[in-house]
């Protein structure tokens, strides 16, 4: 990946944002991620407003770490978890069975809650200022394309955003897969 790794200051200053309830977008894998706190309801309303997507949907969660994901996971057999935690960090996000007290506006109208641990070092460090998962979907208004650059994400979005992280996307050119921890049948190629 190259391209400039954003300052300390900026990731600090994105991770308060977060805890403060606001809305941040940032580079990923492939696409820019809108993130928020995913312990804080108004933030995800604010989210889910701002990119007008159906609660129904679900949102996926990001970490650095799996231990950032343990309090957001339900129990799962050994081989399921095995599995998952084979191919982290990386692109890869599985759908989980939810802990009881997860959000309904994470799950959306699933039993289960889209987790992953990314190799994006930019993302992780943001969940590693933030101290723990952050939402993750990506930062497009639902049903339009995702737009590749922080100039167009400002034009879409304006200040319905608190906070714009700079730096590279990952280079690769489509989402994360999206598996089903359980069955390990592919959901999103």
Request: aromatic letters at 4%; hydrophobic letters at 40%; a neutral charge.
């Amino acid at each position: 990946m190259s391209g400039p790794q954003p300052a300390p200051a900026s990731l600090e200053a994105a991770a308060k944002v977060l805890r403060e309830g606001g809305l941040v977008i940032y580079p990923t894998e492939a696409v820019h991620g809108i993130g928020c706190d995913p312990g804080n309801p108004a933030a995800l309303e604010r989210l889910l407003e701002a990119k007008r997507r159906p609660a129904s949907k679900g949102l996926i969660l990001i970490a650095a770490e799996v231990d950032q994901l343990a309090g957001w996971m339900g129990k799962m057999p050994a081989g399921c978890r095995a599995r998952m935690l084979a191919s982290w960090p990386g692109p890869h996000t599985w759908i989980v069975p939810a802990a009881p007290t997860v959000d309904p506006l994470l799950r959306g109208e699933h039993a289960g809650i889209a987790v992953r641990v990314t190799a994006h070092p930019v993302a992780a460090a943001l969940c590693r200022a933030f101290g723990g998962a952050i939402v993750s979907t990506s930062a497009n208004l639902s049903g339009r394309p995702t737009a590749r650059d922080l100039d167009e994400l400002r034009a879409q979005f304006g200040d319905s955003i608190d906070y714009y992280l700079e730096g590279p996307l990952g280079g690769r050119d489509r989402p994360s897969e999206i598996r089903d921890a359980l069955s390990g049948a592919v959901l999103r190629p």
